[in-house]
């Protein structure tokens, strides 16, 4: 059975640092890309950062660009998304979801989705 654990999101003030974690199971980890969403209240879900696990290519969105981090720990079958530099508007729900295969660009959709975790950015 695929499981995906998003965990790590909690309350900052802006500008500064969160670290999410997606722990996997169930799969075979280096046949997938594995991504982070994000969910505003009264907002669409949005892809936020890509990784595809065979070759390590990475994807971001415009709006956190040199800001996130999203990196892979084989080993834990882990992935992570740093955000450094947070802002209020970055302040959402946070999904890790996978897909078979690769990114090819940030995704809004995918295969498999885990629960989310939520981010707080006070101004």
């Given at each position: 059975?695929?499981?995906?654990?998003?965990?790590?999101?909690?309350?900052?003030?802006?500008?500064?640092?969160?670290?999410?974690?997606?722990?996997?199971?169930?799969?075979?980890?280096y046949d997938?890309?594995?991504?982070?969403?994000?969910?505003?209240?009264?907002?669409?879900?949005?892809?936020?950062?890509?990784?595809?696990?065979?070759?390590?290519?990475?994807?971001?969105?415009?709006?956190?660009?040199?800001?996130?981090?999203?990196?892979?720990?084989?080993?834990?079958?882990?992935?992570?998304?740093?955000?450094?530099?947070?802002?209020?508007?970055?302040?959402?729900?946070?999904?890790?979801?996978?897909?078979?295969?690769?990114?090819?660009?940030?995704?809004?959709?995918?295969?498999?989705?885990g629960q989310?975790?939520?981010?707080?950015?006070?101004?």
């Amino acid at each position: 059975e695929v499981q995906l654990q998003a965990s790590g999101g909690g309350l900052v003030q802006a500008g500064g640092s969160l670290r999410l974690s997606c722990a996997t199971s169930g799969f075979t980890f280096y046949d997938y890309a594995i991504g982070w969403l994000r969910q505003a209240p009264g907002k669409e879900r949005e892809g936020v950062s890509c990784i595809t696990i065979s070759d390590g290519s990475t994807y971001y969105a415009d709006s956190v660009k040199g800001r996130f981090t999203i990196s892979v720990d084989k080993a834990k079958n882990t992935v992570y998304l740093q955000m450094d530099s947070l802002k209020p508007e970055d302040a959402a729900i946070y999904y890790c979801a996978l897909i078979a295969g690769y990114c090819f660009g940030v995704r809004r959709s995918y295969d498999y989705y885990g629960q989310g975790t939520l981010v707080t950015v006070s101004s």
